[in-house]
């Protein structure tokens, strides 16, 4: 076992009670559970993801923490559960189910284990009234959502109520892209994943900025997954724009850079350089740790890539603990002795 010293904001379950409603009430998800060369695996339509049990059983969740030196865990529904897609009362019944289960889950060892809510962001009233009954009834205090719904990106007004909520309760915002590009030179080299995911978060974080949701809602907190997509790297591109176009000048009251350290981002670069980067771009005070485990593309050393930052010792314990500390009121691990 490695030594515990980081909290890991993007982790993801699907506990055995959602398993079981995926396998019972297969309809609203067109699921079931299946076996592909003795791996359990989620078919949802004609696609289908890995069931490890490192996902499903809270007691393996917390050997794979160790293994990666993570002392408490903030876990979140695969993306794939999201549930977008489903018709009125399945989805909000199964946002519901997901989040009873998540909450089951982290009650195993509550000591280690935090949960992050997910709602049936179509419906927005009852989004907002999920947000109410899980900070309320079982804690949460942050909520997972996609970077998009169908064509309409979160600058919309139609997700207005649901942010101000999320200010209202405290609630943090993990923003999770959940699908790659639909278009075709993308299917090669998984590139849907590799640069789709990166992209659609990048979309998402620029709309945000120029769609004036921060102007708005300015005690809002959101985090974005794996460093952000692009835009930290490329948000010359976007000042340029907005100094230059007319369509998207007078978009936010300032210029698109001045609003990146106002969102928290995840570790997950999966490059020392580019996190070293992040961190001198946004701040130590606005990067989490993150794994994005039990999935393939996950970062599972990500305290050592922290641990060898050319940053103070302080800067290094924002991104390990602090940060997360503050989000879910949790006792640190210098303060436990670890």
């Not at 998800?29 to 993801?49: A, L, P, R, T």
């Not at 999320?166 to 639909?182: V, W």
């Amino acid at each position: 076992m490695k030594k515990l010293q980081g909290i890991d904001l993007h982790s993801h379950c699907i506990p055995e009670k959602m398993v079981g409603f995926l396998k019972k009430d297969n309809k609203p998800f067109d699921s079931e559970i299946i076996e592909d060369n003795g791996n359990k695996m989620v078919k949802i339509g004609s696609s289908s993801f890995p069931l490890s049990v490192e996902a499903v059983d809270p007691a393996e969740k917390l050997k794979s923490m160790d293994k990666m030196g993570i002392y408490h865990s903030v876990q979140s529904l695969s993306p794939r559960l999201f549930g977008y897609n489903l018709s009125y009362d399945d989805a909000v019944y199964s946002a519901k189910v997901a989040n009873d289960s998540i909450a089951e889950f982290i009650n195993y060892s509550p000591d280690r284990l935090s949960g992050m809510a997910t709602v049936p962001l179509r419906f927005i009233n009852d989004s907002v009234k999920e947000l109410e009954r899980v900070a309320g009834q079982l804690d949460m205090k942050a909520v997972q959502i996609g970077t998009h719904l169908d064509d309409k990106n979160l600058d919309d007004e139609m997700f207005y109520p649901f942010f101000e909520a999320a200010e209202d309760l405290g609630i943090l915002i993990l923003i999770h892209p959940y699908m790659g590009s639909p278009d075709k030179r993308m299917s090669k080299y998984y590139f849907n994943n590799l640069l789709g995911m990166a992209i659609n978060t990048s979309v998402c974080l620029s709309s945000i900025i120029l769609g004036g949701i921060i102007d708005r809602f300015q005690e809002l907190k959101i985090c974005f997954c794996h460093g952000g997509g692009f835009v930290p790297y490329q948000f010359g591109r976007l000042d340029h724009g907005y100094k230059v176009r007319d369509d998207v000048k007078n978009t936010s009251l300032d210029i698109p850079s001045s609003y990146l350290d106002k969102f928290y981002y995840d570790t997950i670069t999966h490059s020392v350089e580019a996190l070293e980067y992040l961190v001198g771009l946004v701040g130590s005070d606005r990067v989490v740790l993150g794994t994005d485990h039990p999935f393939d593309m996950g970062d599972y050393n990500p305290c050592k890539k922290v641990n060898s930052l050319k940053v103070t010792e302080k800067e290094r314990h924002d991104i390990l603990e602090n940060n997360v500390a503050d989000l879910f009121n949790l006792v640190k691990f210098q303060e436990m002795g670890i």
